[in-house]
């Protein structure tokens, strides 16, 4: 058979439906409880983690910034963190632009 006669065998829009009424509205529920959980969920979750590290930032941590950039914490104010990179390079910086802790190992060989 082909398509033409799969859908004209097809039952009228205004003949008796077959399941529920509701099947509908449990589908959409479903597909918002699947997107919450898979989707939002997690990256509510992650948000979470970095606005607690960011909070718990101190002297002598290492850092890696969303631009990549890996260094060492050597001030601290409300806003903004004063790292020192390789090179005894330092920099200011928002404290949203830190991304995560540094590998401890990557400038304890600078020294």
């Known amino acids: 058979m082909n398509l033409l006669n799969i859908l004209l065998m097809a039952q009228p829009a205004g003949g008796q439906q077959q399941g529920s ?3 509908g509205i449990v589908m959409m529920v479903l597909l918002v ?3 919450y959980f898979f989707f939002i969920r997690p990256q509510q979750k992650k948000a979470k983690e970095v606005k ?3 909070e718990a930032l ?3 941590d290492r850092i890696v ?3 990549g950039i890996h260094g060492k914490v050597i001030e601290m104010d409300e806003t903004t963190v004063v790292i020192e990179t390789e090179g005894q390079g330092r ?3 928002n404290k949203d632009a830190v ?3 540094g590998d401890p190992t990557a400038m ?3 020294k």
Do not use: E
């Open 108 to 110: 304890a060989q600078q």
């Open 58 to 60: 101190a002297k002598g």
């Open 65 to 67: 910034t969303i631009g």
């Open 91 to 93: 920099l200011r910086l």
């Open 52 to 54: 607690k590290f960011r």
């Open 33 to 35: 409880a699947v997107f």
């Open 21 to 23: 009424p509701y099947s």
């Open 99 to 101: 991304n995560s802790a």
